[in-house]
């Protein structure tokens, strides 16, 4: 975040795109563009994503997340099913019904700890 005179006046947003990798050691899971079998130019990304950018800021700027809640939504591979996640170093896993109008993860009431399931 960039601010002045302790105003927000900026934001610095980063975004990593595997385009032409044919294996990725990684021990989280990963995968490239070429590996789905796509092949594709670093610029011509680069500009799918700009111009995607500036087609949905605006509308994010005026109604937050739930202006592109939809169509993020149709890419989400969480619904329905079991996750865990970690918050202040604890380890939680439930079931995904999606996300809130500001983008907040949605868990089943009964979340459970992943300790307490062996």
Known sequence: AVFKEGELCGVVIGV?????????DSPKPAISL?????EAKKDDVLKGIINRFNIYYPQVCKQGFKAIKDEFLKNFPFINKEIKIVVDDKDFCGICHGLDDKGQLLLDDKVVNIGDME
């Open 34 to 38: 070429k590996m789905l079998g796509i």
């Open 16 to 24: 990593g795109v595997n385009i032409a990798q044919e294996k990725i």
